[in-house]
């Protein structure tokens, strides 16, 4: 037996385990809230409450070993209340009443009692009924041994012998009950003060469906699609997203904005869609508003100039001033490093640092971090049309249409497609020719290049290429125009007229499982809908010296693959490789009113958002594989307590009203389908058919089984591969 040490930060420990406890109890009391209402409802009408459990308390046998069903329970009055091993739910187990339709008639059995005969000279009330609630005289069969339905009734206490309206309360109580606690989570949460990513638009992508709208940088999103109300507290990474992906392939998504002035510009915008192999995503090409201080754990991108800045930049390290000019935000700092894209820069940098004990020691240093050079292959791709101009640009105002081809740029051929930011340097400012060829014919077209604000080479997978000086966006076509001598394609031996049609990145020495599994996936295909050449382009920004990338290229109806490094070129990018933090705003209400009224539409909107969502989901027009199981709402929980107490209790609201609408969803098994049941016997005096009713509740309990599995299996994919 030895003795054994463990250096650990009591600090990290302790706010991880607030962190476990915090997302363990609010999910606990989400499922707690949904019985407890049930129950509550359950004994004023006056039914016995035989079981009160959070988590299913199922006995479980592994290899001859029967683990413990629950995790602690005590028997109080008539009811034991407790928490079950499985924490996916909870019940409350009434007299007469079961889940399990197998046990049902064993159940009925159970709740007959002999009728007690009324003494004529007697008050007329009988001695068995201590409940406020006259016997509901149902009938039940006659049995082998003889019993008649005139000898026996309902226990007056079961939940079968209480009336329709009665037994509906009861189903529906547990629905009721998480939606006036999803408002009490969001009422709390909003007097508190709710941190959140503000919908202020940081970027847009250049050539997005965004960008071609004409929405401006530095604008507020207040409005995302029809139904939602104007608010100027939206979640950038929780409305927005949410309504970018629930919109249908090819449907526009309303945006209403407001500028800094307050004056509102609204938007019709339909999302591009990318369909690759595991994800289905929208894209606006919006991207969240930054500040001026490096992100928490990388702060640079690697291989980026930012990356090589001397003295090395830290994370948490805030940017003040660039060659002496003051900065304040993420706007500034990013039109100057557009407009000084070639200098070597010096940026004031202001550094907080641990001392002794819990002083902090803030000083202020001066980092220099040179021009950040492109890395490509040596490709020259072939140029495709012009797929957009951006309202208000230079282009529009020159007259380019959409299906142009770009041929020269002041008397010069194109060359290059992807450096189009780099030929126009020189003209910024300037009228110069640009000659297209429209519908066969050249057209010769004089216009303005203005000078970048924003960064070019700025791409998600299925972008085209952009000049942000003109306002146009162009696609790239995927065959090779010429190979540059000397460069990585020229030295592995890629042609002129190979067409690219998938690429992949691969660790030169794969070290560990996760690395050696990374070099066994399978490549992304290229197209113009999905991932473009851009993203080829866009990897070789970031990928590390250990990493290769792997092109395959088709030539002659034959398939190639070339292993390539790419390297340092004379264009030159003005994104230097800066990580930034996302900004966060937190909004407190004024009054407990206000947020009462806050958390009330907060609800509405969650439950409204959940009904959209399953029914794009039932109707196939969103796949089931967006839907997350008890592991992603863990992790999502967990992420949010992070964030603090509000931001969980936000998430709750949210939960607690998905759990309202998912149960009250019209399937056997859940409460919705009790519900069914109920109506039908309210509009035909029966209960519905036994037979007919045990087939159904058990297609329900199957099908939620596999989809519990099924969920489930996603998550842990999700989470751990």
């Given amino acids: 037996m030895g003795l054994y040490l463990i250096a650990f930060n009591i600090q990290a420990f302790s706010d991880r385990a607030w962190q476990i406890g915090s997302v363990a109890a609010g999910l606990g009391f989400v499922i707690f809230v949904h019985e407890l209402g049930h129950f509550l409802v359950a004994k004023w009408f006056g039914v016995k409450c035989e079981k009160f459990y959070v988590g299913f308390d199922v006995p479980i046998k592994i290899f001859g070993f029967q683990l413990p069903s629950k995790l602690c329970h005590f028997q109080w009055g008539e009811t034991e209340y407790g928490v079950g091993i499985i924490p996916l739910g909870g019940y409350v187990k009434m007299l007469g009443q079961d889940d399990d339709p197998r046990a049902a008639q064993a159940e009925m059995e159970r709740i007959r009692v002999k009728k007690v005969k ?6 007329g009330e009988s001695d068995h009924n201590t409940s406020h609630d006259a016997p509901q005289t149902t009938s039940v069969s006659a049995d082998p041994g003889g019993r008649s339905d005139e000898e026996y009734e309902l226990d007056p206490r079961s939940f079968p012998a209480k009336s329709v309206p009665q037994r509906m309360g009861i189903i529906s109580a547990g629905v009721i009950m998480n939606l006036v606690f999803a408002v009490v989570f969001a009422s709390f949460a909003f007097r508190a003060g709710v941190p959140y990513t503000p919908c202020e638009v940081g970027g847009v992508v250049p050539g997005s469906p965004a960008w071609m709208n004409g929405i401006e940088p530095a604008s507020r999103i207040v409005q995302v699609g029809d139904r939602e109300q104007r608010k100027s507290f939206l979640r950038f990474t929780w409305d927005l997203s949410n309504g970018v992906n629930m919109v249908d392939d090819g449907e526009a998504l309303r945006i209403v904005t407001q500028d800094a002035a307050g004056k509102e510009h609204s938007y ?23 500040t ?27 940017i003040t001033a660039v060659n002496g000019t003051a900065v304040h935000n993420a706007y500034e700092l990013n039109k100057m490093l557009a407009r000084d894209f070639d200098k070597s820069l010096t940026l004031s940098i202001e550094r907080s640092e641990q001392s002794s004990g819990d002083d902090t020691n803030k000083t202020t240093l001066d980092v220099t971090i040179e021009p950040n050079r492109i890395r490509g292959l040596g490709l020259v791709m072939k140029a495709g049309p012009i797929v957009g101009i951006r309202p208000g640009s230079p282009a529009e105002a020159a007259g380019f249409q959409a299906g142009d081809l770009i041929e020269t740029i002041a008397g010069q051929p194109l060359g290059d497609p992807m450096s189009l930011p780099t030929q126009l340097r020189p003209y910024h400012e300037q009228e110069i020719e640009i000659q297209v060829r429209r519908k066969e014919e050249p057209v010769t077209l004089r216009v303005t290049p203005r000078t970048p604000t924003e960064f070019d080479w700025t791409f998600s997978e299925n972008s085209p290429m952009a000049s942000v000086a003109l306002g146009l966006a162009f696609q790239i076509d995927r065959e ?12 592995a031996g890629i042609q002129a007229g190979d067409v690219a049609v998938a690429f992949k990145a691969l660790y030169d020495n794969p070290k560990d499982r996760a690395e050696r599994s990374a070099n066994n996936e399978q490549p992304l295909k290229l197209d113009d809908t999905n991932v473009a050449w851009t993203a080829v382009f866009n990897a070789c920004q970031y990928l590390p010296e250990e990493v290769s990338l792997n092109l395959s290229v088709q030539r002659g109806g034959q398939l190639q693959d070339f292993k ?26 004024q009054t407990w009113s206000e947020a009462v009224s806050l958390g009330a539409g907060r609800t509405w909107e969650d439950a409204n958002r959940v009904v959209l969502f399953l029914k794009k989901l039932v109707t196939g027009r969103i796949a089931l594989t967006n839907v997350g199981g008890p592991l992603v709402i863990a992790a999502v929980a967990g992420s949010e307590a992070s964030e603090g107490l509000p931001r969980l209790l936000i998430f709750l609201t949210f939960l607690s009203a998905n759990l309202a609408v998912v149960n009250f969803m019209p399937i056997p098994a859940l409460d919705g389908g009790h519900f069914i049941f109920l109506l039908w016997e309210g509009i035909s005096g029966k209960p519905v058919n036994e037979r007919v009713q045990i087939a159904l509740t058990l297609a329900g309990v199957g099908c939620l089984l596999c989809l519990m599995i099924f969920v489930v299996g996603l998550d842990i994919n999700r989470l751990f591969f």
């Fill in 564 to 589: 390539l490094k790419p390297i340092p070129t004379d264009d030159l990018n003005p994104d230097r490789g800066l990580r930034l933090t996302m900004k966060s705003e937190t909004y407190v209400a």
């Fill in 292 to 318: 001026c201080t490096l992100a928490p754990e990388k702060p640079t991108f690697t291989g980026s100039a930012a990356a090589s800045a001397s003295p090395e930049l830290k994370s948490g390290d805030t």
């Fill in 268 to 290: 019709s915008i339909v999302p591009s869609t990318i369909n690759i192999p595991g994800q289905k995503r929208r894209l606006l090409g919006i991207a969240p508003a930054q």
């Fill in 480 to 491: 090779v125009q010429s190979v540059i001598e000397g460069s990585p394609a020229d030295q």
């Fill in 118 to 123: 009324d003494d004529p000279t007697a008050s």
